[in-house]
């Protein structure tokens, strides 16, 4: 068996993080293309600010290594519920004001 060798990665000082919280996903045949989003309350139409494409193996190698790590944070610090709603982002926006009925939103 061939033995694997760790590759040496550097982040740049100025590399900015994102916070994304959707994405979109699709494919060709060659190709899965990813573009990320950050969707705030108050941005009426956000803009993609990160597209990855990767090849179809490295989008199933990218899968393992998220369904490993997912699993592993699973494992420290228990399970991740996703929320029930109409949709992800009224779940994640609703309810900064408990009180305030839905229809004056």
Do not use: C
Not at 40 to 56: D, F, H
Request: proline share 9%; net charge negative; hydrophobic share 40%.
């Amino acid at each position: 068996m061939a033995e694997i060798k760790r590759i040496q990665v550097q982040i740049p000082e100025d590399l900015e993080p994102r916070y994304v919280n959707l994405a979109y996903i699709s494919h060709t045949a060659p190709e899965f293309i990813m573009d990320f989003v950050t969707m705030l309350p108050g941005i009426a139409n956000p803009k993609v600010n990160t597209r990855l494409i990767l090849s179809p193996l490295a989008m199933k190698l990218f899968q393992r290594a998220l369904n490993e790590n997912i699993k592993r944070y699973e494992d420290s610090f228990g399970e991740i519920h996703i929320p029930h709603g109409a949709s992800l982002a009224d779940e994640l926006f609703r309810g900064s004001n408990p009180g305030e009925p839905e229809g004056d939103k």
